[in-house]
């Protein structure tokens, strides 16, 4: 098993860990599920303001949200923004999807089986991701899916010294 540091990687990283035979990690939020690429799977930040207990009995009944396809499939953004027509192709419909970015609800256009970004979202240098949830028919349980991007600083750098 390896957790990628920070949860950042490259397609280089994500290979070599596939080359060596290693289930690995990233930062990006959301419950494992079976259609899951075992060299990028979620996991949940469980430290500071997103260690609190409720926090981590949502999170344990989570269900995954898995995106078969992401247009454009971008880790690594050297421009400022993703532009709005961000896609997200997923195996299923989900009934009232919802996406936040850096806390903000996000403006989405919901199709049969995807959802189109109506916005355009400005990145941060370093990380950042988007999260969409989409209600169970559970009570209290939730369909949970998160995008993570890398904004390298103008040297190319993006992670912490």
């Known amino acids: 098993l390896l957790a990628y540091p920070y949860g950042e ?5 994500q ?5 060596l035979g290693y289930v690995s990690f990233g930062q990006q939020s959301g419950a ?5 690429d075992l060299t990028a799977l979620p996991r949940f930040p469980m430290t500071n303001r997103f260690g609190a207990m409720k926090q981590f009995k949502l999170k344990l009944a989570s269900l995954p949200l898995h995106a078969s396809k992401v247009i454009p499939n971008q880790k690594i953004v ?10 997200f192709e997923f195996d299923r419909k989900y009934a009232g999807i919802s996406c936040f970015f850096e806390g903000d609800a996000v403006s989405i256009k919901q199709e ?4 189109i970004v109506q916005q355009e979202l400005t990145l941060p240098v370093g990380r950042s991701r988007i999260n969409c949830t989409a209600p169970s028919s559970e009570k209290g349980r939730y369909y949970w ?7 390298p ?9």
């Open 9 to 13: 990687y490259t397609q280089e990283v």
């Open 78 to 87: 050297r421009q400022p923004s993703i532009s709005k027509g961000l896609r």
């Open 15 to 19: 290979s070599l860990s596939q080359e």
């Open 153 to 161: 600083k103008a040297n190319g750098e993006w992670y912490k010294e």
């Open 112 to 115: 049969e089986n995807s959802i």
């Open 32 to 36: 494992v599920g079976n259609a899951h």
């Open 145 to 151: 899916y998160s995008h993570a991007w890398i904004r």
